[in-house]
């Protein structure tokens, strides 16, 4: 296979249980037959209850563990565990019944994972025995939107945090050890996704919701650059894994098809790549040399990998996997992720229950 080398060391550690925290699982591993033969479909987990790999473009791969963390109902609650990808077999990490694991995130250079429980910003370590910190607990006056992202040492996290009443989102940041707020940013209108660049922690790109407006702020200077206008419908944002790239979803408009749009934050460049076959969300491997896209309609809810011809703007279309997930159920969205240049972490409810899958070549 083109990965999975490592023990999972953090299956290995701390005393069996037989449910909640620490509590072990065998492998529900299924393999499926993907489009392209070069590749084939692992799927995860099989529970009747809702699996997810979190919420849009969250990479749940932790390289040092060689596992993923995942998000599970099947106790009744949100809670989090961790698979390791040696054997299939998996480790219950949380165990409360208030916390929003759909939106988690994981750091895979710290080994922890973040996540909200009640209003509290909380972290859990992915190895046994899987202590907790809580880190900061936000006023009931705000809502937190999107997930907490991450720059890439795990030491820093950025929010949206909506005020209903004043109809503004502040951009802020937490400091993960001190707990310390700062707010960078206030923007009229609801934040739903604020991403903190991973690579170089300076940046913040983020998504109005109802306007469908995409922009940024500099954390230093405070400058808001917005990336789209009032004609464009810019859509679900997420960093190039080089951290100089902004990239979003770019609806048709007119004669100009539905487009993938980078921005370099150092030259202010813009580039954009024209993806034919409509997708809802898109994601890029770190080689830069694929799209990823997971259809808009039911008629076309596959795994879509957009193969770059290089130097260009254009894409070969190759379809990978029918996943069968609805763009109106927000839980069983592909939401995909890269976790290297070939392998994909996806939800899917090609069996009727939303599970998670890898699509790996083979």
Known sequence: MSMLGFSCAALAEGSAVD???GARFESEWKIRPALD?????VQLTRDKELDNKMYLDVDPYVPSLNSVLFMSERDGDENLY???LDNGRFVQVTDSDDIDGDHANVSPQTEEAFYLDDRTLTSVSLRAPYREKKIRTFSSRYDFKGIPSLTSDGKTVAASLYDEEEKTSSLVLVDVRS???QTVKKIDGEVDHVLINPVHGDTLLFHLRYDSQIGLVDI???KKTMLTDSNDHGAHPFWASNGRDAAFAQRKQGE???QVVTYNIRKQEFFSYDTQESSNHYAMNPARTIIQGDGHKDSTAYIYFYYIKAGTNKV???KMFKHGSSSNEESVHPHAAFINDTDLIFNSDADGNGNVYLLREK
């Open 179 to 181: 707990g310390e707020l």
């Open 220 to 222: 230093g200077t405070k």
């Open 316 to 318: 070969d279309t190759v």
């Open 37 to 41: 033969p070069d590749y084939e479909v």
């Open 256 to 258: 100009t098809p539905d």
């Open 82 to 84: 961790l698979m390791s």
């Open 19 to 21: 449910f909640g925290k």
